[in-house]
């Protein structure tokens, strides 16, 4: 890496889960506007075809118009090629298939329990965790051998159990956890500004907030725009729009019917605690006691949000996988825009070319007093030249402190079991979720067919 | 007070809801055993009645040969009264009779939730939080009128709750929650260790534990008896029995079948979470969620323990009464046997005459530094010449962090609600409940029936 | 207060010590230059002349060809005035007079301790302490009244006790404390990489630091320019030149021979200690051993540093009064060019229109975990709308905390001792500091003498 | 070790610096004493006759008529002949000679710095910690490996840097550092007692202390006999004495000439600060600048104690070096009597025999919540079987909290360039001595004089 007059050339990420395709194709789009930046991506995948597919869709950019800034891509073989020299690492994996998936989001159903995503917290999100967590040991652990100086950010669910994971394996590793949640409740507050005062084209950044909790379970305990206080705005919106439901679409960059929300669940739970939950209904729904908001199909659609079914998600997939094909071959061309992620603006940060603060996720040192220390949370950080330091950020709130200090244990004791290999542990990880209503033995039972459906990813359980 | 060569006299002692037909009595007996202590106790009652039969029944001590020390009992008119000069502070009361309880017990059975005991947590415990949190306001006040240098001790559950509204009216006051169920456990290890090493006489004190949690579901990190670990011994012992269960009977001073248990809970938890759940499983089964032990009539029993109707309450309450009336009148004779106890104990280390080491409920400054500071806990401390000073006991253990932690913060947001006479915030913490599976309209129409039930009670709130 | 398309416009700012002759004429400066902020100041002291002189002197500034925001200024009579309804509040006053100050600085001495400044530890920063709380006591009283919502800025030394005092009688009291000293050190370390490395042209904004400490006595922990960590650049330079030490001239803004140092104790400093000392010499040796930098005028000298008389700050006053005549008769005009200071940039971050990292002085809620809780230290912060919060420090470096741990306690001793008039307990503060290696016989003298003669000053605690 | 009915036997005591003419007679004294114990204590010194002298001295002890418990002594050449198997393990080692003890003491008078003990802080503590560290880390490591789970009693100094090293080197070691300096204050005031209000036969143990602190400047925030607050009366104590002094003689076990005070600086200590200094004032006098107590030996008289000249301790060793050989050739015999030291009580509340409550230095893990986590500091602690665990003794009062702050970071920072060994860094710690009021020059020449003087004894620095 080199530094040039305006910015930074020769850059090294390493992309670990390269063969993405979702995420990676944001990161190539980003990296293309970003015309302080250049330098290379190598791609690293356990599927070598996708990755290799993603070099040439990432290598057909710098012919696009619109690309600013041109960067390399190189599929590699091994985690070792990628990551060493690195700069910068990034991580989106899949745990397991969607095969895999569909046993976390639906062998559940069979017993009355219904998860709006299943990747996160709920039986599907501990499984998905049980997968995972071995994966981020064996990538903490090349890290350490291969860059141990790099930045590590991670896009992989479950948020909380992949960041603890790194810190556990490599304590000094330099990693966080980034989630743009936060970032659709800033929207959310810019919509109800200008529903209930009648101002307009507030910015995302414009939404100050301050951020305490956990990934995908995080709260505001302030949130200003200008020097308006917006809780009092946000009351009356909430209000207005628990009942029947706020917007007829999600943000477009994501929207899908199946991603859909009216915004009910998160307006129910700020006029219950007077804290603003700030991540999408369908995951605050799983961080809530089941029968909440998830007791049936028809409860969550009568709170305004879908359960996001896997057969979906596969459909979707071939959709990606189609798109991959054609601008492999050059039938359709990528398009830049701006993701609205903040990935390349944290790197920017890093490499000391201007400093960011925003929300991110790392072991708690103090800026949230009432939950464990070394627990991963989401707070705001600072980020500048070669550090992120978390911003005090105050306690959780006493109304929401008994659910946000529950899950944050179960993540924490999840971690513990999936290192240890401790299946029964992790069943009983898997019984405090709050999402898990079964008595003990029908807890079992699930508990043992989903461990059976998922058994070829966890043979170093046995 | 004054000091005599070995001991203390003329220690005055109010005893507030000095009418009880239960505690008061065992106290009468372990005063009238501690030889090196004299003095008066006054006893106030709403109940006037029942002082006066008390201070009445109290006088007859002094008669019994077994009388180490004469104390004199005064039934009087008012709180100031009993407090002006007071050096200790007893309060044992009911908040409301056994009509709220039959509320607070059953009314949740019509929505299939079960409750053992009903007097901590659960939908039970937070109605009679709610009527108890504004008397104990009221006692406050009156100590730092009247005798703001007082030790107080609070009998009164729900402990944690009554021992945070002390603190939160009055931030000076000496006060402090005893319970004996960690006695229990203590005692159970000896069983323990006579069943599996075949060690005999092991006294409760001979058990040396670390406490830590909160009231009722405190749980022990470490438990020695001399040189030996008696965890191993306990997992032995836990895997003998908890399938059938250990015991016939409890401990005889509180044996009554609906207060019996096999043990099956407790040893249950020790064989999930690996430390020592320390409380009885009636009260244990209540801070878990509502289908793991508590699911229906059945469940609890397949686990050993019985659900105790309050109509068995009321039954007992009779039986009381009718001794009262022999007591008071000389048909019966008061025995004289120390309870196990350590109230008077405590009361000889506050005089600094004898310090003791015991399990005690404080605000937490640091003690458990993974719990909230301020929040009401349990763990040991060291009662010395005025003072009680926390013993370190160390985090709660991640596998129960999240269980504790929950609950811990439930019962700190009652106490916000119910000082801030906020029923809706009160609703909020009732739907946080572990035994509260209800989904959120079921769980309103189940409050706004308990709450209608008590209202006698509640006018407060109004 | 009203927000405009790129700013804000009706600003209200109440400026206590309003007649000054340097911050005042600064910030008006900086004012004329924000193109996006304009309001009103309203101008408090004492001294009402001097007051209206500045009055006169800013609402000049309008005419000049460089302004670019036209702000009104007005003395007023009352600080009831100058607050009601004021949005931002600015303190910077001098307690006392210079004969004050005479004596805080010379009087000792006598006694052979010599001081470089003594306006913040020793025994001139003591008395100066004396006299200045009692006077930030009646601001807070009145902000709280006034203007509680308000946010305050305190450049008055001693910059901590000022901020303690502030919090302590107005807990919620929006406040901090500013201080460029940090800037000269991150100025310094862009000439060391210049010299070391080549490498030109770095802007201090350019140097990311991390800040730990107590205000004048701040320590960096990380110090970055793009990916370079300083520390290893800096540790040659101070190899360097801490024997001869560096630099024929110090910043223009503020140059002058009295105030010139050769940085020999900060390079010093720092080769003992590995931390990067952050703050002028003359400071910095203040709160060392006495018998370090400051046993007498010839070791100051052979450390670079000359020890400022008051006399010269009386010249330095007149010459100041007569520029303050002229700009009143219009004999000369001011001119406007950016001070370097970050009030201005602070203000905006506050109304929410641009986020802002800066060092600065509040109350420790956990961002140097190992001093303690409450004590105002310095570190970077958060400055967004409404909020500023701390960004966390870690901890400061062992081998300076005996040094650090001391005079923060020794100012949070000050200020108990000052606020509650107890002269005994400022005298134990006074005999702890680190400059005073006198015998307690001594000690004693001398601050008798320092007491009477700024009698004046301190008849509140008589 | 078994246990007995009423005990336990074939305890097995490991002693490093068994050959001992003080502490280990002491010890052998208290054993023959505890009827309830018995078994063997294997003694390891460098200096192995010395050992084989308290071997045969120590068997002898089993013929005296009031030995109540026949232990056996065994000299072994050894530190693992010593260890293995051991359940305790007794450090008490006098690092170096008196030889270099004349240095440490001595050497800086020649540049007027007097120090009253010289073996704990002040330079003399500095060059004996440089000592000490080296063999404590060999101590942990043989201790880690051949008896881990053993309780081990540290009696040397300096005592803070003694345990922070044994923690550092083994962090799972299970030891703590004793001192008796509390007792001797809790017997001044028993005495304060008897001089103010007439109340007599107050014993030590009567009057309950809150210990906070460090070794050697540990401050009582709480003292109280029975329900009386003996601060009060303290105050009126010291009021009366502190100008002419307390007392003819100390207690008779420690009696000598240099070793007596008049309390003066302990009372002089309580009137300024508010909280009671609880060392003996040759101690406390070392922890505050040099130039209050001992700027010269008359002022060190005028406040009512004497220096203790090496010369004595070498006269003094030559007599207990007779007496040993006397004990030795049966031509005096051992007495049996309590020292009044806790060593075998604590024993005996390790092996769960019975509890106690007292003063001890181990690391701080929030029971001093103003001092860093992890310092070595001195609190009330409970034993019981097989634990140690602090009393929460709250913050160091902010009066003393400099003071205090200053020698914790010290000893921290010795210990970390010990373990380095890197004596710049000690020389920097050097520095930094409450007692060093030198300038850097003379500091340096001081400094190296010392290494020299002593090298015999520093070569792992080399």
Chains 1, 2, 3, 4 share one sequence.
């Not at 999600?250 to 009216?262: I, T, Y």
């Amino acid at each position: 890496m080199r530094y040039t007059d305006n910015g930074a050339e020769d850059i090294k990420i390493a992309y670990i889960g390269g063969g993405s395709r979702g995420w990676a194709w944001g990161l190539m789009s980003d990296l293309a506007a970003a015309q302080d930046m250049s330098g290379s991506v190598f791609l690293y995948d356990i599927d070598r075809e996708a990755a290799a597919r993603n070099e040439c869709i990432g290598n057909k950019m710098k012919d696009l118009k619109e690309c600013r800034s041109a960067w390399n891509y190189k599929a590699v073989e091994t985690m070792k090629e990628a990551l060493t020299g690195a700069d910068f690492v990034v991580i989106s994996i899949m745990p397991g298939t969607f095969d895999e998936m569909e046993s976390d989001v639906h062998a559940p159903e069979k017993f009355g329990i219904y998860q709006s995503v299943g990747d996160t917290t709920g039986p599907g999100g501990l499984m998905r965790a049980l997968r995972t967590i071995p994966m981020f040991e064996e990538f903490a652990a090349a890290i350490r051998k291969y860059c141990p100086q790099a930045w590590v950010i991670n896009y992989t669910n479950p948020m909380t159990v992949c960041v603890k994971t790194l810190y556990r394996v490599f304590p000094k590793i330099k990693a966080f956890g980034c989630c743009h949640e936060v970032f659709g409740t800033q929207k959310l507050l810019g919509l109800a500004l200008e529903d209930i005062k009648g101002i307009q084209g507030a910015q995302r950044e414009d939404i100050r907030v301050n951020v305490v909790g956990i990934n995908h379970f995080t709260w505001l305990t302030a949130a200003q725009y200008k020097n308006m206080d917006l809780f009092p705005i946000y009351r009356e919106f909430a209000l207005k729009y628990r009942d029947e439901g706020f917007g007829e679409k999600a943000d477009e960059n994501w929207l899908n019917r199946f991603f859909d929300s009216r915004e009910q669940v998160k307006l129910d739970l700020f006029l219950k605690y007077g804290a603003i939950a700030a991540a999408g209904d369908r995951h605050l729904a799983e961080f809530c006691p089941g029968s909440w908001y998830l007791k049936d199909e028809e409860t969550a659609h009568s709170w305004g949000f879908k359960l996001t079914p896997v057969s979906w998600r596969k459909e979707d997939l071939k959709n990606r996988l189609a798109r991959s094909e054609r601008l492999y071959k050059g039938e359709e061309e990528m398009t830049i825009n701006q993701t609205g992620e903040e990935g390349v603006q944290q790197m920017r940060s890093l490499l000391g070319l201007r400093d960011l603060v925003t929300n991110v996720n790392i072991p708690n040192c103090g800026q949230i007093p009432n939950l464990p220390l070394g627990a991963v949370v989401e707070t705001n950080a600072h980020f500048s030249a070669d550090s992120v330091r978390p911003v005090f950020a105050g306690p959780v709130p006493q109304s929401v402190y008994p659910l946000v200090s529950r899950v944050c244990g179960i993540q924490e004791m999840t971690v513990e079991a999936a290192m240890g290999r401790d299946l029964e542990l992790a069943f009983q990880a898997f019984c405090m979720d709050p999402n898990m209503e079964l008595g003990l033995k029908d807890a079992r039972i699930l508990y043992n067919t989903m461990v059976e459906n998922t058994a070829k990813y966890l043979t170093m359980y046995q």
